[in-house]
């Protein structure tokens, strides 16, 4: 925002807005905010009525959302206060009190959207972003206010440290509607959403296009106790949730376990890796990991890093030494780091054997634990078995 001791009346296509008449007039209801010029609403200013519609690219400044003021006693349910097919910069002021806030196309030409310290009041319908290269909105808030859905095709939303507390009524503070293709990011960092009674919070319609772990939640306060995400949850490929609170973050975890084991795992010959035979339960806290026995596969797309650990006990022949060790699907064999040996007592048995591992892994790859007998063919029973995978930060 400009110095407030300047004197702006001095500069060319600068307009110091106190009183609606210092608007352009209004025709048809419609003021048209000429192209290329700076608006600045330096007070609360009332439109009775009437609106604003961006005739070309323009700024529409106030000197704080705390002192700059727009509403439009009288106008009509649905009618944007605001309504734009231009790149549009929004800084500094508060709407409030009418029924819808902004309606912005930009289907016909590049649209940029960069609005800051940007307050809605009292708004049932913030309004359309339909089509924009980028929206960023920055230090505002909404008070009271919801109903700000994204369409068409959308680069980038970023929102950021800001506060959005909704109405309580029926709808959605955020959404993206089922034309909503997002080709970048949606991202909201450092920020409040506050969702109570039958309000919620952010909805991604399940037609919405989302790229893989481009729906972003990171830092972000849930709170009101309504329903704070609909459509994507932190399970879904395309979300990555991190350090927020009131929901659940992204993890990429899988866990796999037996207990008193019976089936052998049959040995035909000797230092041969086989799979360790037996029924598994998959762990109930598991994430973007598909189990079946004795196998954990990768569903995240995108690929990371993970530490893999278990922990057995076997038996086999007395004093038999067995190897033990996990099967990457990468490789197409055990990987060597984590191949480990363990010697069975004089009754054949041995507990507390660990090995573990670091991998690199994405969508479908998967790890088996295998087991080869080094001193002879007598089958190996993993009685009890502990196999698990975490994401390395």
Known sequence: MPDININLSQFENVEIINVKADFPAAVGGVITLEAERTYIVAAAVDLTGDRLVAGGICNLFGYSSEVSYLTSTGLGVGVPLLTSEYTIVIEGLSIHDVDTGISIDGNTRLVALDWKALNFIDVPNVGVIDTCDNFIFDTGAFLGAQGLKFTGTVGTVALNNSLFRGLGSAGNIIQLDADCVITRRFRVIYSSIIAFGSTVGIDVNAGA???????????????????YLSGISQEDNEGLFINCVGID???VNGQLFMQGNETATVVDETNTFYKVAGTTTASDDNSKFSHSNNRLTCDAVISRKYLIQANLAFTSGATNVCEFGFYDSQLEGVRLPSRTKSTANAGGRAEGVNFFCVVQMQAG???????????????ITAEQLNFIITEIK
């Open 365 to 379: 790859d998967f790890i088996e634990v295998h087991a080869a007998n080094t001193s002879g063919t007598a089958n």
């Open 209 to 227: 296009t989302i790229p893989t772990e481009a729906y972003i939640l990171d830092t972000v306060n849930f709170s009101g106790g309504g329903t």
């Open 249 to 251: 973050n992204t993890s």
